[in-house]
């Protein structure tokens, strides 16, 4: 009963921002760690951000730590993505990801929820 639904992609230039969405329906996700990935065509689905249920563990790829944010609104059963200083290299389709525990986590195969996907293309 548990869906997930991103918004908030779409085409920017380099060095432009966004901000991704995840609303979480169903089933109360307030105490899992979440977390979002992204997938190139032709690619591996690859970690980008995760956080424990309560924001006390944060966990970043390298290729984005310090340009993206992850945040959550429990009252809106929420979950964001603030991207910065956007790269090329930054385009692919973003999902975000629910566990089914509160700790954080960076492996696909250790999330159990996904949301659709929403394209995130950033032009040079």
């Known amino acids: 009963q548990v869906q997930l639904v991103e918004s908030g992609g779409g085409l920017v230039q380099a060095g432009g921002s966004l901000r991704l969405s995840c609303v979480a329906s169903?089933?109360?996700?307030?105490?899992?760690?979440m977390g979002w990935f992204r997938q190139a065509p032709g690619a591996e689905r690859e970690f980008v951000a995760g956080?424990?249920?309560?924001?006390?563990?944060?966990r970043y790829a390298v290729s984005v730590k310090g340009r993206f944010t992850i945040s959550r609104d429990h009252a809106k059963k929420t979950v964001y993505l603030q991207m910065n200083s956007l790269k090329p290299e930054d385009t692919a389709v973003y999902y975000c990801?629910?566990?089914?525990?509160?700790?954080?986590?960076?492996?696909?195969?250790?999330?159990?929820?996904w949301g659709q996907g929403t394209q995130v293309t950033v032009s040079s």
């Open positions: 169903g089933r109360t996700l307030t105490t899992y760690g």
């Open positions: 990801a629910s566990r089914t525990s509160w700790a954080v986590a960076s492996s696909t195969a250790e999330y159990y929820y």
């Open positions: 956080m424990s249920w309560n924001g006390g563990s944060l």
